[in-house]
């Protein structure tokens, strides 16, 4: 299994920076994706940014620009560097891996508890 603990939410006014960090533990072989989610009240939970194992990445069209996801892989910890912030950015973000547990384990997904990032004057 692996777990995931989020933590970096908060409030911030508009204009603002938050910086999110996402740690997984447990038993872990391979990372293979890490991933930002969000979903704001009433809506559905949609994709902030991914990170790949070689680095790459791929920010939503909404947050390119002020948002950067990074990955630290010896540690196992995704980053999300939140500027620029606005009220639309208001949501519970989610922290989300594809992850294998041992070298024979089929790839899984796992979910954080997610962490309110409200933004707001």
């Known amino acids: 299994q692996v777990q995931l603990v989020e933590s970096g939410g908060g409030l911030v006014q508009p204009g603002g920076s938050l910086r999110l960090s996402c740690a997984a533990s447990g038993s872990i072989f391979s990372i293979l994706v890490m991933d930002w989610y969000r979903q704001a009240p009433g809506k559905q939970r949609e994709q902030v940014a991914t990170?790949?194992?070689?680095?790459?990445?791929a920010p939503a069209d909404s947050v390119k620009g002020r948002f950067t996801i990074a990955r630290d892989n010896a540690k196992n910890i995704v980053f999300l560097q939140m500027n620029s912030l606005k009220p639309e950015d208001t949501a519970v973000y989610y922290c989300h891996v594809v992850a294998r547990a041992t070298q024979s384990d089929a790839p899984r997904n796992y979910w954080g508890q997610g962490t309110q990032v409200t933004v707001s004057s």
């Open positions: 990170v790949r194992t070689d680095g790459s990445t």
